[in-house]
């Protein structure tokens, strides 16, 4: 298994839209149990490939207080949104340090295959909801502060910035 390093917003990479999933095979297992270590690592609730640089459909999520259920999502594709929506404080491990209100879905839908290659449909509420929304905007090369103000959005970039460039000094 390998920790990979997670892009940081305003790289561009994280705007490329990733292309489906052609076989789950070894290759695509073995990123799936790299991007699970990495999100446990960096103790966030979820991980799409975007965030690593790998531009193929994959999200691994797991919002269990024990940290002990891991949630792969294949291809996923929302198939139902409720009629509701509420705003939800996100976070983001490619924005570290922002949080910030995003309007989501209450609940979604979605089917996808798991790391076996399984085909299955996630009924989801609450904060897997709000997190498989967030993953697969990521997937689609959207980060959550491009639902912020320009303003907000601009100082921001601006944060983001200053702080690469004081840890690369
Ligand atoms: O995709 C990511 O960058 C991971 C992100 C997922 C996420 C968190 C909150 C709402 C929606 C999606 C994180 O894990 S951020 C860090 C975190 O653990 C967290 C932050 C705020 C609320 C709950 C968890
Ligand atoms: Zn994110």
Not at 38 to 49: C, D, P, R, V
């Amino acid at each position: 298994m390998a920790l990979l390093p997670i892009l940081c917003y305003p790289d561009p990479k994280l705007h490329k839209v990733a292309k489906p999933v052609v076989a789950v095979d070894a290759r695509i297992q073995s990123l799936v149990r790299d991007m699970l270590e990495t999100m446990y690592e960096a103790k966030g609730i979820g991980l799409a490939a975007t965030q690593i640089d790998v531009h193929e459909r994959v999200i691994v999520m797991d919002v269990s207080e024990d940290r002990d259920q891991p949630l792969v999502l294949i291809n996923p594709e929302l198939v139902w949104t409720s009629p509701t929506r509420h705003i939800n404080e996100e976070g983001c491990l490619s924005v570290p340090g922002i949080y910030d209100g995003v309007e989501r879905f209450d609940a979604v839908h979605v089917t996808a295959l798991d790391d076996r290659g399984q085909s299955r449909t996630i009924e989801a509420e609450e904060l897997l909801a709000v997190c498989i929304q967030h993953e697969m905007d990521h997937l689609m090369g959207k980060v959550f502060v491009e639902y912020l103000s320009p303003l907000k959005r601009n100082r921001i970039k601006t944060k983001m910035i200053k702080a690469k460039r004081e840890e690369e000094r």
